[in-house]
């Protein structure tokens, strides 16, 4: 044994090792407690930074939204024209300390530099597309404009930016792409089973109330309710009938109206079949809506004398320079008949429209069809300007219409239209079939609308109902007219009896109609109520949507649009970027 080896006392390593032991562990609590602060720090960092994206998003969202509103307010008032002009304007629509003093402390740009302005601009135009709407499957015109705000609040530690795309369509709906419309309240009815191929839609309250079987084939709407019910001012007892719906059923909808710039009440939408009051722009939301400014030709129809003085023209496409001579208008028109309308009371002194000669001469006239770059005339507006004694009744009848001018026919007049035989449907094979093959677009405009079969007569007009005998007819065009709604306890008669009838038809006479039946607004001219004595009994009905006005190019001349609103895409984008995402 060395006697100069040291041999180490215990207690002295044991301390060593424990104060070696404290050093590492605090150094390793102390790294612990290190990260932890730094983490809580990055934690409340990103917290932050979060909580502020989030305000930056909410900012630049109301942005977009100050944008989508003015647009919506002036399209739906005024048309796509009004969203054009103030295209520039909605480029200055960000958030402002004239809206609220909190945004003293934003700013906002339009993704490409911009300060103080947001991104509009129409991505693209007017397309002919089913729309993205709650009315599935719906075609109209639709322009789409993309909207998007950049915004960041000042002040802040992070210079954090939110930004928020949207896309709206503007769309054009043609009003004919429904089975039924009503601009407010609709009623449906029926006595015997009544199936409905096509749309349909209510601006107000939908009352289904059939005492036989009543059938929708396709989507059914209404802003107000769809209620199995008569009208609260219709007496008669509950509907005993059923109700089946074939697709999908929608209520509290938004409403589908026409740009005349004003609220769309049915009153107000009557002035689209009126001729314009004196000064009226004709460039004006209303004054561009109305038939009489849009038609290809006007006859008016005055007193002169104990006679009746008749006058035309080519429309105001060419300021109504081209007059037609008198000679070649008594080729196809006539004030000298009349008849008795029970329904009314009253003798109806009706200007007549002979269909096939108004065809033969639109062909082979020199003025008006040079005037229109050698086509045939499409719409017309007839004008009765006339005196007549409360007894009577003017109107406007139309016959011999099975075949129209080549690029089809608008009639369209304040006044009740008649309707007298088949109309458009040349081909003898498919009268009384729902086969529209062979038809021309053609619509219907006026106060009302009454049926006279093939059968009718004159002569035989004021004579019991029962030797008013119908015979089968086909009707193949769109109607707009007004109605006489229920009131006072009386029906008004419903969609059903929409199109009037004066004949004794019953089940052996079928009325075939294929088209789309707008009810506009009341009655002014034709206003008494449906359901007296004396007029008439009901056909059999074999009523069809005309799927011809899916196409745009075989809707009906001068066919009015309702205008609509979409919100197509809401998303989130990168700073300074004015596209969709991909996939969004």
Known sequence: MNLNTVIPNQRTLSRGTALLLTLVTTGIALVMVTGILTYSSSSARLNARSSQYQRALAAAEGATEKVVSQMTRDYLSQGEALVQANLNTYRQGVLSPSDSPYWNGWQFNDGNGNLGKTFVSLTSGNSYVVLNSTYAGLVGYGSTYTVVSNARQNGVPDNVVGAVLQQLQLARIPVFQFAMYSSGDMEISCGEPFTITGRVHSNGQLYIEPDNLLTFQSDVTAVGDILFQRDPLDSRGPPVGSVVYQAQESSHVAALTLPIGVTNTPIAIREIIEPPPPLEDPNSPLGKERYYNEADMVLVVTNIGTNFGLSGASGRFNAFATTVPTAELNSFVSTSASFWDAREGKTVDPIDINIANLTAWSATNSDVRTALGSRDVASIYILDARTLPGSQLGAVRVANGTQLP????????????????????????????????????????????????PNWSDANSAASVSTRNASPTTVNAAILAGAVDTAGGSYGGGMENFPRFLETWGLANTFTYNGSMVKMFPSLYATNTWGNPNVYSPPARAWAYDINFNDPTKLPPLTPSLTKVLRTLWTTVAPNQTTPPPNS
Do not use: E, F
Request: aromatic content about 8%.
């Open 406 to 453: 080549s690029r089809g026919l608008t009639i369209a007049t304040a006044s009740p239209l008649y309707v007298w035989g088949n109309y458009n449907q040349y081909s003898p094979t498919n009268l009384g079939t729902a086969n529209t093959s062979t038809t021309l677009p053609a619509s219907l405009a006026s106060d009302a609308i009454t049926i006279l079969s």
